[in-house]
Structure formats: C-alpha cells, structure tokens
C-alpha cells in the first residue's frame, strides 16, 4: 500500500487526437476529469506559478481580463504530446509552444477540478491565507 500523499493512478486516458483532456481513473477508485484548458491554466512550472501569483488565481483558474478589456476569444490549448515522466509524473507539450510544465499525480490529484474535491479545497484554505502556491524546485 501506497501513502496517501502519494496518490497513483490506475489508468490515465490522454483525449490526444480529440483535443478534450485527460481522465484519470485513481488507484482508490476515485475519477478526475481535466478539460486541456484546465491543464493549461494549472501549469505547474515556475514561469506560470508566477503569473498565477500575480494574478491571484488558484491553479486550473482562467485569467482573468484586463480591467476595462473586452474579453478575447482564444483557442482552447491542446497537448500536441503528452508523455509520462518516470512513475510519477506525466509531461505535455502544448499547441501554443509551452512545454515546461511537469504534472505530478499528486500535484494533478491535488487538483482535481471535480466538484468534490474543488469543495474540500476550498474549505481546507485556511482563513486570511492568499491563493497563492508555491512549487518546490
Ligand atoms: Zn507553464
Ligand atoms: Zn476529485
């Protein structure tokens, strides 16, 4: 048995040629659904933590626009390769040139966008805490 803060998936789908996003089927029975835009805006490399922390936003949050600015249609971003990082993490390369982002199960566990758990995230923040995150080097 694995730790729980170490969470494993037990099949991981990757919607590659139709350009929807990845489900994760979890080794505890739990099913997390990420929509590539998601994926996208929960960019966890140092470039994009940064933007988030300026920002203000969670991960998986969608910028938002300039003060004033009328909001921009932008293509959803897509993978145009996703592939595995060892055990435990999984890599994509993004249509928009981005690909420094190394999604950890457990950081992808962690925020799993679905209703369940976007509740518990939100009641585990404790009061007066920012939104901002910082990823370990
Ligand atoms: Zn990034
Ligand atoms: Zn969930």
């Known amino acids: 048995m694995l730790p729980p803060t170490s969470p494993t998936p037990k099949s991981v789908k990757v919607h590659l040629k139709d350009g929807t996003g990845m489900d994760i089927e979890w080794m505890d029975g739990h099913k997390s659904i990420y929509s590539f835009q998601y994926?996208?805006?929960?960019?966890?490399?140092?470039?994009?933590n940064e933007e988030r922390v300026k920002q203000n936003r969670e991960p998986g949050e969608r910028p938002k626009p300039a003060p004033g600015a009328l909001p921009?249609?932008?293509?959803?971003?897509?993978p145009t390769v996703a592939e595995?990082?060892?055990k435990y993490a999984?890599?994509?390369t993004w249509s928009d040139g981005h690909e420094h982002g190394i999604f950890s199960w457990e950081f992808l566990r962690e925020f799993c966008p679905c209703r369940e758990c976007s509740s518990l995230r939100r009641?585990?923040?404790?009061?007066?805490?920012g939104v901002t995150r910082t990823v370990p080097h």
């Not at 994926?39 to 994009?48: E, I, K, Q």
């Not at 921009?72 to 897509?78: D, Q």
């Not at 009641?123 to 805490?129: A, L, R």
């Open 39 to 48: 994926l996208r805006d929960a960019c966890p490399c140092a470039l994009c």
């Open 72 to 78: 921009m249609f932008t293509p959803p971003p897509k």
């Open 84 to 86: 595995g990082v060892g």
């Open 90 to 92: 999984i890599r994509f």
């Open 123 to 129: 009641e585990s923040k404790p009061p007066g805490e």
